[in-house]
């Protein structure tokens, strides 16, 4: 079954993983995405490693169901190769350096002055404007930047989150704000230049310890595995050496954990719990009461009486357990394609329907669909040759 997005053209100028990751989504709903790349050197994310397969991991995750087209587009015979498919194109997405699409061309009001139907989305480090638009961003400097890394861990050291954040925040909004503009089209006719900025990106996430912090508090965050405003919301010890996190999210299910798991109904009522900001000021106490009984029980049992119980709880699992989650592999949340060196485990984007079914195109080599997309824009086989000879493609 084709996907909503099927007929829709999206052409990328992209790198590493955020606007990659806005491409590759929309490529997973059906839409045809041509990558443009720099001849002999493509991503560079290629290269970051070679883990998956031969492949580099990030650019096997996020490059699937695209085409790949190789093309100097500073070069006047590249350029216009370009502009050819920004003509058909429906939408537009890059991540230049800064101040590169200006210089380009390629910039939103410069191409919709031409192609009023198009969408482009640029993705970008800090936005347009302000004292740091020329500065170079990449994942964990945006993740600096933001004091994401503050609010991690543990208050005696910053900790980055374990995977790219601001990067992939940054894709998210891409995604959404592309579909909303392609959405608009369909009442108005008209395109859009939209701009995600990764700093924006998380400063949405982090709406809580700003919000917090901007009204004068200060939010108490790096606790480790410890949720900050709810209580008791954490991590204990099993006594087969797991970790087991539990959380217990209003008043009714404090008042079941303290009756059918710690046995002791008269907490349901002490000053020191009876509310959660009551809790979350006694966590200590809680944890003393807690801890105590979960290491009483292996990781299976504890879960299974805090299941039956109705506590939300869950084993800390290890990556390799993660690859292997039985309600990931019950529900083929894996899908294996093609790639440059051999074929890829990737897992499935979280949108599931009945209505389509995610395309298993490959990761593209670089370059692989040069020739074909020149031929679809009518170069000839010796045409074709030149540029490859002259180094346009």
Avoid at 13 to 35: F, H, M
Avoid at 70 to 86: F, H, M
Avoid at 218 to 236: F, N, Q, R, T, W
Wanted: hydrophobic share 45%; proline share 7%; charged share 20%.
């Amino acid at each position: 079954m084709s996907g909503p997005l099927s007929g829709m053209l999206v052409v990328s100028a992209e790198q590493a993983v955020s606007a990659p990751y806005t491409t590759r989504q929309l490529a997973d709903l059906g839409a045809r995405v041509i990558k443009v790349e720099r001849p002999g050197q493509g991503d560079f994310a290629r290269h970051f490693d070679t883990y998956a397969n031969g492949t580099g991991a990030h650019f096997a995750w996020v490059n699937r169901n695209k085409e790949s087209l190789t093309l100097d587009v500073k070069a006047p015979r590249g350029r216009a190769v370009l502009d050819e498919l920004l003509d058909r194109a429906d939408v537009f997405v890059h991540n230049l350096v800064p101040g590169a699409a200006p210089r380009l061309g390629l910039d939103g009001p410069a191409l919709l002055a031409r192609r009023p139907r198009l969408v482009v989305c640029e993705i970008s480090g800090y936005g347009t404007g302000g004292p740091y638009d020329r500065r170079k961003a990449y994942d964990l400097l945006i993740q600096a930047e933001a004091g994401l890394a503050t609010i991690t861990g543990s208050i005696d050291e910053p900790v980055k989150p374990g995977i790219s954040v601001a990067d992939i925040a940054a894709g998210m909004f891409g995604f959404s704000s592309v579909l909303s503009a392609l959405l608009a089209r369909q009442r108005t006719g008209a395109g859009a230049a939209l701009e995600v900025s990764m700093l924006d990106a998380m400063a949405d996430w982090m709406g809580y310890p700003l919000v917090v912090r901007r009204h004068g508090h200060e939010p108490d965050l790096a606790k480790g595995m410890s949720h900050p405003a709810i209580a008791p919301y954490d991590v204990y010890p099993t006594a087969d050496g797991r970790l087991l996190t539990i959380s217990v999210q209003n008043d009714r299910e404090w008042a079941t954990l303290a009756t059918a798991v710690l046995g002791r109904p008269e907490l349901v009522t002490d000053e020191r719990f009876a509310t959660n900001q009551a809790r979350v000021a006694h966590r200590a106490a809680i944890d003393e009461l807690l801890a105590p009984v979960i290491a009483t029980h292996d990781a299976g049992a504890a879960v299974e009486l805090l299941h039956t119980a109705g506590i939300g709880c869950a084993v800390v699992n290890r990556l390799d357990e993660m690859a292997e989650h039985p309600q990931l592999s019950t529900r083929d949340r894996w899908l294996r394609v093609g790639a440059p060196y051999g074929p890829v485990w990737t897992p499935l984007a979280p949108p599931v329907s009945s209505a389509w079914t995610t395309p298993g195109g490959a990761v593209p080599a670089l370059g692989e669909h040069t020739d074909a997309i020149l031929a679809e824009l009518g170069r000839d086989a010796a045409t074709i040759r030149r540029l490859h000879d002259e180094g346009v493609v």
